[in-house]
Every structure is written in C-alpha cells, then in structure tokens.
C-alpha cells in the first residue's frame, strides 16, 4: 500500500509536466527517450498524462510525432495492464499519481517499459509468458462438469482469509520485472512461420526458465483447495523441474514490489517444503 | 460437431462463461478480445452476486421474490421469461463459481456468507471480498486456459472485432477481426458468433468503465444489422470518486456493510465531518426511506444525491459536488475482512483512510441496460426452454448477445450484485441453443470463399482510408471523444430535459461526418492505437444517438430515465378523502401512461441516424404496478391499487395462475 503522503505545497505545484518516454518502434530497433511537456491540473496520474500526450502527439520542441503506445484498462488497479517503470520503480502507471511523483522528482517524470518482457512499442510489453506459466502449473480446480452439482466443500473462514490474498494476483508482471532470476526472453520470429509454429517455439524457451513467483503461488493457491489438490503431485512436479522453485534466489525484491502485497515469500517458502517432501516421497515410491 | 466452431468476442464474466460451456459441449471456440480475457473489465464489479439461499428462504424469501424485485427494480421494463429464468438458475450460478474455487467470504462455520444490496429486503448477496468481480473472472479465465491447454479454445487477445460477417441470407457466418498489434487483418469462418464486449461508458467520457467499453463491437453489429434496445437505460452508480482520467467505484457493498450517505443539515458548514455532532448532519436517504435507508435502488439514490448537491445546495465540499459515504462507525478488522479492496483503492487514489476519515463521493455513469435485442423461448411455466436456439439471439440469425451488451435483464434500472449473475447466467444458457442452432445449418467453413473475401476487402478499405488521412486540419479523434463526452454526460444522465436532447441529438448526428474526418497522428502500421481508438470513436456515435433519441422519445420517468417535465407527482391532499380522490387519479395517469410507455425501444440502423419503434413488453407473469419507493402518498396509491387489481382478477378469471402471483406479490 502506498502511505498517503502530505498534500503537495501549492508553491510547489508547477504549471507544466516535463515527461521523458523511452521509445522503441518496434522489436529489434532501438529505443530512443524523448521528451513531453502537458500542462498540469490536479488528481492527475500518469494515464491522463499519456493520454495528453496521446492528444497533443506533438514533442516538447514541437515535432510531430506519433501518440506514445502502453497498455492500461480499468485505471483502477484491478487489471494489471497499465505495469511500467516510472522513475526507475516498476508499479501500475494508473495509481502513480502525479503530486505524489513530484514529491520525489519535481523536475520531470521517466517513463519506461518493463526489461523483463519483449517490447512490442514504446511502453507497451509482450506478457504472454506470464500467462503460459500459469498453464504450466494448471493453475485450476479440475471440476468435473459445469452441470448443477449443488454447492462446493465447506470452506472454513481461516482458509478462505489465507487464499484470497493469493488469489487476487492480477498478473501484472511487477514481481517478475524485479526478480533477478527472471530473465528476458525474446525471440524473433523467421520469416515464414506460422502463428502455431512460432508459438511453439517461444513456449518451448519459456519453459527453460524460471516460472516465477506469481506462478508458484498461483500453485499453492490451488494446492490448497479441497478440489484443486487433486493436481498437486502434477504442480509439484512442475515446481521440482527445469526452472521450478530451485531457480528462485530468494532476493525477496518480488513480495516488495507487488501492488496487492500478495505474500509472494510466503508461498514460495510453501512450495519449497512442499517440493522437497515431493521429491522425497519420489524417491521412496520408486 | 467436428466442424464446428463458434467465435465469442469478449472475454469477461459473459464471453467466458459461455465459452467454458460451449467448450464441455465439445464446440470449438475461438476467442477473440481487445486485452488478454483476464483484464477484461469484469474485474471491476466489487460488490457481489445474489441468489436466494438457505438462510433467506427460511426468512420467507424464494426465487420468485428474487424475480420480483428484479421486475420492481427494473421499473417492469425487462421481458419477464428470461429475468425468470435467470432468478431461478442463479443458487446454480453461485454453487457452481463455489465449484471452480472462488473464494467467497465464509461465515465462521464455513458456509458462503451474504449481505444485503440495494433494492430488496433479504441477504441474498455471494461475496469475495470486495473485488467479486475480478475472483469470478479469474475462476472462469482459469477454466478457459484449461480448455486452451486441451485444445478446445483458441485465444486471440490484443486483436479488435470489426464486424460480424453476413451471407447473401442475411445470416451470420464469422466475423472479421484486427491484430491489433501487426495490424493485419483477418476474417474469421464461425457457425454462429456471440457479442459479450460489455457496455458503452467510454461514450460518456469518463465513467465507472474500463477503457475498453466503448461500446464500438455492439455498435457494429447494430450497424451490421442487429437492433438495439432500451439504449436510453444508462445507470449511474449513486457512489463514485471523481478523478481526472475515471470515475472511480465506491461499491454499494460500501453501504451493504453499513455504511451511511449523510451531508451536515447547515449549507457550507466547515466544520471537519467527525466534528459534526449526529443531530447537525442529515442523513437524507434513511430519512426519506425509512423501509429502504441507504439500500434504495440506484436510480433513487443517485438523483437524491444530486439534488441534495445541485438543488439543495447542500455539498460537502465548496469547489466540487459530493457527499459524505461514512463508514468510520464500523470496526476497522471487519471493514479489512469485507471491503478491503474498495478502501484500498478509496485510500490509493485520494491519499485518505476512508476507516477514519467519511469518504468523499458523487454519482458517475456505470452500467447499460439497454444493449443488442435479443429474442428468447419461453416455456410452459413462464421461465426460457433450455436449448432453444432462440435464446440470447439478436434479429441477425446465428449472431448472439450476452452480458451487458445485450438489452434483457435489467429494464429500466439494474439492482446491485445482479449484473454478475445475468453475464454469467446468459453465458452458460445460450451453449445448448448454440449446438442446436449449428444443427440446422450448413457449416460455415463450407461456404464460398467471396463471402469472406468481401467482408475483409470492406475491413480493410476502411482502415486504408482512415490511415491516408494524413496528420493535418482534420478532427483530433481524442478531442472529438472529450467533446462527445461532455455532450453525453450534461444531457443524458440523470435529469433529462427534451429541449436539451434535441440539441444533443443534433450535434452527435453532425459527428457521424465529423468523426469520418478524423486525421491520424500515427499512419503507421504496426500497433497503431491512434487508428483503433479512432474506429471505436465513429462507431461510438451510433450507440450515442440511439441514446439520446430514445431518451427524447421516451416522455415518461422510469427507472434510470428521468424526465422532471414527464414524472408522476408526490400527493399533495392531507385531507383523507381527497387524498384518497388523488391517489385515484394518480393510478388513472399511471394506467394510461403504461398503455403508451411500457415498452422497449428498439432501433435499427439507417445508415446517417437510427429509427426508432415501441416493442410490447412481455408481461405474462406479472402485472405492472406502481414503483412507489419514497412516495409522499405512497401508502394510499398501494391501497388503491391493490383493490383495482382485486376487482381485475374478479372480473377476468381467465388466468388464475398469474393473477394469483399478482395478488400474492402486490
């Protein structure tokens, strides 16, 4: 949670926003920053900055260029999508709020995007990795049908308080972006392949590298439901091979960083036990 | 069904429920939505999902009541089979989320717990915290990846629906669709396609909404040929946080916990809110309805709000309108356990604790009854026949409506915690009648190829031209959008005046041109979002001219739609019997304005405008009656009215089922 600071000083307030922008117009060319000015109003946050900027696509010395391209949603921090780093610190570009920003640096706002990802365009990042690890530890109740069944198990109040924290991990990417076992991967596309053959492709380089804490504990999440379990062995074994838990340097940046303090530690140091009881049992059952 | 395969665009609570379904159906669903399905705006529902529930219905409570105040709630304006239906499958809906693992609040013995929303009188509300919303469409995101690892759904994320495709029937056979990042365009074969993008608040400027409901998808298919429904039915939400970029929620679960809306009695009192002593502040909704307090629907509580801040002077703050939602009497660990997610964002955003300090809020737009027409099959009991393909169709055959973008559920005002339960209810129902539909028809994929290949040289024409509008002295796309939005927003909100919506009419129908010449700051392309954006901005305006003129067509007040010109009045008498006298008249005009404005407005498109017509209401279930909620008389307007049904149902004995539900309700 971000403490409320003081309000801003109205001396303080300056009339213009100088905003830089790390560019980049497409994958494999080279970025480039560049700088905005908008005029300021008050509650603004960093989207109805770029959304100024998107209006005016016009440059601080009055070049036209083409409106800065990023990714947001709900503007409510709910969604995920609007993840960048601003001054140096990855978060949710709809909750940096300007008065705040200015606080630290009065004299301009640094827009980037995500290192971890593939850039698509200007602050706009290819997340599908995060997505395909939450397939590799099927993170999902198998439920037999969506027919009537009547209700699901009785919950009891002490598991419902320790699930949900874990389950409102919006897969925004901040825990990976500050995570120093999470490496970019990127590949080009060959001339001449297909959508599935490319996938593929870049699903099977996912999958040498480190899943993430958000998966792991998406993992534990589902560990823990009376119906998830039935796919536990399956997410252990996931969690004990190529880039599983053992990958994890336990630098702690990624509980620091996440917008909805999800005890990211917490799970990994779960599925840690649970991964070496699993490996243990592995060996006896042979 | 080897062949088969049915194309949903959107992938909220609607988009994915029904894809889950149609998948265990064994249909192959390609699934396309402007953002990976997981940020779809379905996230932001906070509040919850009702049903009845063992412990209501042993308070007196059943499916029907739940039916009951969905009708009351909605000002009698929904067809009632689907809204039937749709009470009765909802202890399913909730069993069956519990199922795939959302973590509903459970009281201390394990059991769901409930609390109570807006509109009604019972505990029916299914709650995660208050992020419900976002915990059901991750359950359902989750069992769609499952489907995708089996190979049963392909997902296109990041790419923009354009249109749906029709053949030389007129039925729909696919849709063409744009990568929005490599900008190609494609079409797409598909034996049936199913709309669930959600509502149009991007139309309005800012809203509650995510920026991906601009309501542009609904917009094509109605200028496709789908017609559209009870447009001028826009809600908005008595309790938002005014911000620059959005209006931000502050979830009527807020006021389900206990929460209470009050302003200090005295205009510009300065005093900080905890220094206003209990007798200085006026709580207006608890005292104007006593039944209902702060839980009255939405529609009341919003223009209450409005008036105690625009014509009662009584704003709580000198630079801008709001009033205090006050929840500091509340123990601060059971505001965390209940309502974490919406203080946390209260907290974010305006840098206040709302546990110590009342919160500051006002009205904004937040959700469209109105949307795609959509047919349905009723059954011997009133409620719909499981399987028909009738069910959740638009006019365009083998093109399908769910979630908030079509116009069925809600009539003239949505009750809380009931949108959850009508995206997820229509996404599971219209799987069946989607299986029996493709039956009976020729597989798309067999069709010629020019039917494909026309609608994607069409797509792509349109898009070619827009690029070649260079930057230079056409319309900003941005500014034209502010510009809508400010229109949309002064005249079609909450009060409505004909003389202020006929001159809104007139300057939205001009930016059916204007918008053409929107000249573009990128001509790029790969990922250009200036084109995008400004496809959704034209298509936008369709939508915005069928809601202004049904607002101006429609010379009544119901639910959200309220015309102080048109509105039926308090009751002035207090001498009994002429109060009595009064109250006779007033269910006169009641009586005569239901035979003339009962009914939904449907438009289609003409091309430049859209023409409107009344559709009949389906009413088989019961009868309409007065909404009455805070009505200075409204004891006296009940009574008579009930005695002029009791005689009716004397007199017509015909059909006793029905009458004996009316008495029975009343």
């Known amino acids: 949670m971000i403490a409320p600071g003081p309000e801003l000083n109205p001396a303080r ?179 001449g392949e297909s959508d599935e053959a490319f996938d593929a492709r870049k699903n099977q380089a996912y999958e040498s590298e480190f899943i993430g804490p958000h998966a792991i504990s998406q993992a534990m999440l589902f560990n823990a439901h009376p119906v998830g379990k039935n796919l536990k062995k399956e997410r252990l074994e996931t969690l004990t091979s190529t880039g599983g838990i053992q990958a994890c340097g336990n630098a702690q940046n990624c509980v620091a960083v996440c917008p909805k303090e999800i005890p990211l530690t917490t799970s990994i140091a779960r599925a840690g036990r649970a991964a070496t009881l699993h490996s243990i049992k592995k060996l006896f059952d042979r | 069904m080897a062949n088969n395969r049915v194309l949903v665009v959107g992938g909220g609570l609607a988009g994915l429920s029904a894809t889950m379904k149609l998948a265990e159906l064994g249909v192959a669903v390609d699934l396309i939505s402007l953002t990976p399905v997981k940020r779809s705006h379905s996230v932001c529902a906070q509040g919850g999902i009702n049903s009845v529930n063992d412990q209501t219905r042993q308070q007196g409570d059943s499916e029907w009541n739940h039916f009951d105040d969905t009708i009351y709630g909605g000002d009698f304006l929904q067809n009632q089979p689907p809204v039937k239906e749709m009470a009765y499958w909802a202890p399913k809906v909730i069993d069956l989320m519990d199922r795939l693992g959302v973590t509903f609040n459970r009281t201390p013995e394990g059991y769901i717990d409930r609390r109570r929303f807006g509109g009604t009188l019972y505990k029916r509300t299914a709650f995660a915290g208050a992020t419900t919303g976002q915990q059901l469409l991750y359950a359902l995101d989750e069992q769609v990846r499952r489907w995708e690892v ?158 105690i801040c625009v014509n009662e002077g ?160 056409g319309e900003n796309p941005y500014l034209l959008h502010q510009e809508l939005g400010d229109i949309m927003t002064r005249t079609a909100t909450v009060v409505r005046y004909n003389n202020q919506l006929t001159d809104a009419y007139e300057k939205v129908s001009a930016m059916v041109e204007r918008s053409q010449r929107c000249s573009l700051a990128d001509t790029g392309n790969w990922t250009n979002q200036n084109v995008i954006f400004t496809k959704s901005l034209q298509d936008m305006i369709p939508i915005a001219q069928c809601i202004l003129k049904g607002a101006l067509m429609r010379d009544e007040s119901r639910g959200a739609h309220f015309k102080p010109d048109f509105c039926m009045p308090n009751l002035q008498a207090t001498d009994p019997t002429e109060r009595r006298h009064e109250a006779e008249k007033w269910c006169d005009a009641f009586e005569v304005n239901t035979s003339k404005f009962l009914k939904s407005s449907v438009c289609s498109w003409k091309g430049q405008e859209p023409d409107l017509v009344f559709e009949d209401i389906d009413t088989r279930l019961m009868k309409p009656r007065p909404r009455l909620y805070g009505l200075v008389g409204g004891e006296v307007i009940e009574e008579v009215w009930k005695q002029r049904s009791r005689s009716k149902e004397e007199t017509a004995p015909s059909k006793p089922a029905a009458a004996k539900q009316l008495a029975g309700s009343v």
């Open chain 1, 13 to 191: 307030r300056p009339s213009k926003i100088n905003v830089r922008v790390l560019r980049q117009d497409g994958p494999g060319t080279p970025p480039y920053w560049e700088r905005h000015q908008v005029d300021y109003e008050p509650d603004m946050n960093v989207i109805s900055v770029l959304q100024k900027i998107a209006a005016q696509a016009t440059t601080y010395d009055g070049k036209k260029v083409s409106p800065v391209a990023w990714d947001c949603g709900c503007l409510e921090e709910v969604c995920g999508s609007c993840t960048m780093v601003i001054n140096g610190r990855v978060r949710q570009s709809c909750s940096a709020l300007v008065d705040r920003l200015f606080e630290d640096n009065p004299e301009e706002i640094l827009l980037e995007p995500m290192t971890k990802f593939p850039v698509v365009r200007d602050l706009k990042i290819d997340r599908s990795r995060l997505f395909h690890s939450l397939k590799r530890v099927q993170a999902w109740v198998p439920v037999d049908s969506y027919f009537d069944m009547g209700a699901g198990p009785r919950i009891p109040r002490e598991d419902q308080e320790q699930n949900y924290p874990l389950s409102q991990c919006m897969s925004c990417g901040c825990c990976l972006e500050a995570c120093p076992q999470f490496n970019k991967v990127e590949l080009i596309r060959h001339v």
């Open chain 2, 150 to 307: 089996e190979g049963l759904v392909k997902k296109y994320e990041f790419w923009d629906f354009l249109g749906p495709i029709l053949d030389d029937n007129g039925r729909c056979v696919g849709a063409v669709a744009q990568d929005m990042v490599s900008m190609e365009i494609r079409s797409f074969a598909a034996d049936a396609v199913v709309v669930a993008t959600g509502g149009c608040g991007l139309l309005y400027g800012r809203s509650t909404m995510s920026v991906f409901c601009t309501g542009s998808a609904a917009s094509r298919c109605f200028q496709a040929g789908a017609k559209y429904g009870n447009g001028e039915f826009i809600q908005v939400h008595p309790t938002a946080i005014p911000g620059a970029d959005k209006l931000r929620l502050m979830s009527e679960s807020a006021r389900g916990e206990g929460g209470r809306v009050w302003v200090p009695r005295k205009p510009n009192d300065t005093r900080p809110p905890k220094q206003i002593p209990t007798s200085d502040r006026f709580f207006f909704l608890e005292e104007r309805f006593p039944k209902y307090g702060n839980l009255v629907p939405r529609d009341i509580a919003t223009r209450e709000i409005f008036n």
């Open chain 2, 314 to 473: 009584l704003s709580v703050d000198p630079t801008r309108m709001c009033v205090y939602l006050d929840l500091t009497h509340i123990p601060r660990h059971e505001l965390d356990r209940k309502l974490g997610g919406i203080l946390e964002i209260y907290e974010k955003f305006q840098g206040v604790d709302p546990r110590e300090e009342p919160m500051k809020i006002f009205p904004a737009v937040h959700y469209s009854m109105g949307g795609l027409w959509v047919d349905y099959e009723a059954n011997g009991e009133g409620g719909l026949l499981p399987g028909s393909p009738r069910n959740q169709s638009t006019n365009v055959p083998g093109l399908y409506a769910i979630g908030e973008c079509d116009y069925q559920y809600h009539g003239a005002n949505r009750l809380g915690a009931n949108s959850l339960l009508s995206c997820i209810f229509s996404g599971l129902f219209v799987g069946p009648g989607i299986v029996n539909w493709m039956k009976s028809n020729k597989a798309a994929a067999d069709l010629p190829k020019s039917i494909f290949e026309r609608a994607l040289g069409e797509h792509t024409a349109r898009h070619k031209k827009l690029l070649s509008n260079a930057s230079g002295d």
